[in-house]
């Protein structure tokens, strides 16, 4: 087996094991919620920062400015299973902004600085081209702007990095502010036993 | 004078992929796609088609005519009739096979799945990886390809677009040496996540490489320094992985796989057949 094929078996139990605490999670608010019938919830293949085919156009950054919050209760998520680790990640670094010293794009793309990256498993000490990068989203600093979510987009990126409505931070206005902003109709409303 | 194109190759032909494109000695245009090979000539008009077993991801042609067709987990070869003359497995070794290279009494096959190359003989007898002595044990595939071209030496020349490079190996997998940077500025650079994604050799050792995002059409001299680049909005801004072939006079092919069509860049612009 190769490192490769190993190290995506592991991130694969990662990813199942954070969509189990994303579900305790979310079982936790429909407790604290339990007088509410509905949850407001995103189609990333309707969300013109994530939609397929949406290239070339504006970034859509309602879901930062226009929830009731003021830092919103959207923000952008990595699924690290279909991340490719990549050495120069277009939603981490502004890739046409100028190549530093280090050979790496200068700028970073984020205004809010809410990406990390890091490289994963064994390290090339000489040659920081030759590693894979897992880049996180903090949830505390991020916005939900959709930049990231934009470049992230296939061809460019692969697509991992999706906008999600925080349920524990989510007020379920009964008219989302977002949803009535919203230029593409993909801001919905769930009924909770759906979601 | 620079490339350019008006001529496209096997529009309407396919309806869900195409992936694949190499020419044979005459100049015909073999494309893959779907589950089928299809046969141009150098005109651009059908001239033959014939299924395959599972979808193609790459095709090649051999000096005596024989057509292989990579796909997941094995490789079908065909007479220039198309009757399927071999398949190939390798169970436990061989995986998405995208690009194929035949030379002499040596075969190539592209392994996305492992992200290297397995050299094997002409009857099949697997040599050695071409690769795996990557410290990070292959190459840095985040477009899913692996594609490579035969110099008249014997060299592979390689795309390795997570590191923005184009690596040589010797067919025992040495490493010869490697030219690329990052630039998302300078064309001269490879720009993006993962560039190039693709790559042939023209009969004079010039190396021409494919990108995404934006979809764009490169050429190096045999040293690794830039000649050219073609940019306009020749294809779909979606497109990626595009198929490169290169004719013995210096036509590019280039496989669209959004379009799904093979465009022709040539110096002197030539009419629609
Ligand atoms: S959505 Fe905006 S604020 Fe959040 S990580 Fe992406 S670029 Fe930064
Ligand atoms: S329902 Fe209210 S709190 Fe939730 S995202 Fe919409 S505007 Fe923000
Ligand atoms: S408002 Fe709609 S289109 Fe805009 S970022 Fe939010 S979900 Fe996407």
Same mark, same amino acid.
């Given at each position: 087996?190769?490192?490769?094929?190993?190290?995506?078996?592991?991130?694969?139990?990662?990813?199942?094991?954070?969509?189990?605490?994303?579900?305790? @999670?979310?079982?936790?608010?429909?407790?604290?919620?339990?007088?509410?019938?509905?949850?407001?919830?995103?189609?990333?293949?309707?969300?013109?920062?994530?939609?397929?085919?949406?290239?070339?156009?504006?970034?859509?950054?309602?879901?930062?400015?226009?929830?009731?919050?003021?830092?919103?209760?959207?923000?952008?998520?990595?699924?690290?299973?279909?991340?490719?680790?990549?050495?120069?990640?277009?939603?981490?670094?502004?890739?046409?902004?100028?190549?530093?010293?280090?050979?790496?794009?200068?700028? =970073?793309?984020?205004?809010?600085?809410?990406?990390?990256?890091?490289? *994963?498993?064994?390290?090339?000490?000489?040659?920081?081209?030759?590693?894979?990068?897992?880049?996180?989203?903090?949830? =505390?600093?991020?916005?939900?702007? @959709?930049?990231?979510?934009?470049?992230?987009?296939?061809?460019?990126?692969?697509?991992?990095?999706?906008?999600?409505?925080?349920?524990?931070?989510?007020?379920?206005?009964?008219?989302?502010? *977002?949803?009535?902003?919203?230029?593409?109709?993909?801001?919905?409303?769930?009924?909770?036993?759906?979601? | 004078?620079?490339?350019?194109?008006?001529?496209?190759?096997?529009?309407?032909?396919?309806?869900?992929?195409?992936?694949?494109?190499?020419?044979?000695?005459?100049?015909?245009?073999?494309?893959?796609? !779907?589950?089928?090979?299809?046969?141009?000539?150098?005109?651009?008009?059908?001239?033959?088609?014939?299924?395959?077993?599972?979808?193609?991801?790459?095709?090649?042609?051999?000096?005596?005519?024989?057509?292989?067709?990579?796909?997941?987990?094995?490789?079908?070869?065909?007479?220039?009739?198309?009757?399927?003359?071999?398949?190939?497995?390798?169970?436990?070794?061989?995986?998405?096979?995208?690009?194929?290279?035949?030379?002499?009494?040596?075969?190539?096959?592209?392994?996305?799945?492992? #992200?290297?190359?397995?050299?094997?003989?002409?009857?099949?007898?697997?040599?050695?990886?071409?690769?795996?002595?990557?410290?990070?044990?292959?190459?840095?595939?985040?477009?899913?390809?692996?594609?490579?071209?035969? !110099?008249? !030496?014997?060299?592979?020349?390689?795309?390795?677009?997570?590191?923005?490079?184009?690596?040589?190996?010797?067919?025992?997998?040495?490493?010869?040496?490697?030219?690329?940077?990052?630039?998302? #500025?300078?064309?001269?650079?490879?720009?993006?996540?993962?560039?190039?994604?693709?790559?042939?050799? !023209?009969?004079?050792?010039?190396?021409?490489?494919?990108?995404?995002?934006?979809? #764009?059409?490169?050429?190096?001299?045999?040293?690794?320094?830039?000649?050219?680049?073609?940019?306009?909005?020749?294809?779909?801004?979606?497109?990626?992985?595009?198929?490169?072939?290169?004719?013995?006079?210096?036509?590019?092919?280039?496989?669209?796989?959004?379009?799904?069509?093979?465009?022709?860049?040539?110096?002197?612009?030539?009419?629609?057949?």
């Amino acid at each position: 087996m190769s490192d490769e094929r190993s190290r995506r078996e592991v991130l694969g139990t990662a990813a199942r094991g954070a969509a189990l605490v994303g579900l305790a @999670g979310l079982t936790g608010v429909l407790a604290v919620k339990a007088n509410k019938t509905y949850a407001w919830s995103i189609d990333i293949t309707k969300c013109v920062n994530s939609k397929l085919g949406a290239l070339g156009v504006d970034v859509c950054e309602a879901c930062a400015t226009d929830c009731v919050l003021t830092l919103s209760a959207v923000r952008a998520v990595n699924e690290f299973s279909e991340c490719g680790r990549c050495y120069i990640c277009p939603a981490y670094y502004d890739i046409t902004s100028a190549v530093g010293p280090d050979g790496l794009p200068s700028e =970073k793309l984020c205004p809010r600085d809410a990406i990390e990256r890091e490289a *994963i498993g064994w390290i090339d000490p000489d040659d920081p081209a030759n590693n894979f990068y897992e880049y996180t989203i903090d949830e =505390k600093l991020c916005n939900g702007c @959709g930049r990231c979510v934009m470049e992230c987009k296939e061809p460019a990126g692969l697509g991992s990095i999706r906008l999600e409505v925080r349920h524990n931070v989510c007020l379920d206005c009964n008219r989302c502010s *977002i949803a009535t902003a919203c230029p593409e109709e993909a801001y919905e409303r769930d009924a909770l036993s759906t979601v | 004078m620079k490339l350019e194109t008006n001529r496209a190759i096997a529009s309407n032909q396919f309806s869900e992929a195409l992936r694949g494109v190499a020419l044979d000695g005459e100049g015909r245009v073999y494309a893959v796609g !779907d589950s089928s090979v299809k046969v141009f000539s150098s005109e651009g008009e059908l001239v033959r088609q014939w299924k395959t077993a599972l979808p193609g991801q790459c095709v090649a042609v051999d000096d005596g005519g024989r057509i292989w067709v990579g796909e997941f987990e094995q490789v079908e070869i065909f007479d220039a009739e198309g009757r399927l003359a071999d398949t190939w497995k390798d169970a436990g070794r061989l995986g998405l096979v995208t690009s194929i290279g035949i030379r002499d009494d040596d075969v190539f096959l592209a392994d996305a799945t492992a #992200r290297w190359i397995r050299h094997y003989n002409r009857v099949g007898e697997f040599l050695n990886n071409i690769g795996d002595r990557h410290r990070k044990g292959g190459f840095h595939i985040p477009n899913g390809v692996v594609d490579f071209a035969i !110099d008249a !030496d014997g060299i592979l020349h390689v795309a390795n677009p997570g590191m923005h490079r184009v690596e040589r190996y010797k067919p025992d997998g040495e490493l010869l040496g490697h030219f690329g940077r990052f630039d998302g #500025r300078d064309p001269a650079g490879f720009p993006g996540c993962c560039n190039p994604t693709n790559l042939a050799l !023209d009969s004079s050792g010039r190396v021409v490489v494919s990108e995404k995002a934006g979809p #764009r059409i490169k050429v190096y001299d045999p040293d690794g320094e830039f000649l050219e680049v073609v940019t306009d909005d020749l294809f779909d801004p979606a497109a990626k992985n595009m198929d490169l072939a290169v004719d013995a006079g210096g036509r590019i092919y280039v496989a669209d796989p959004v379009a799904l069509e093979i465009r022709v860049l040539s110096r002197r612009a030539e009419t629609v057949p």
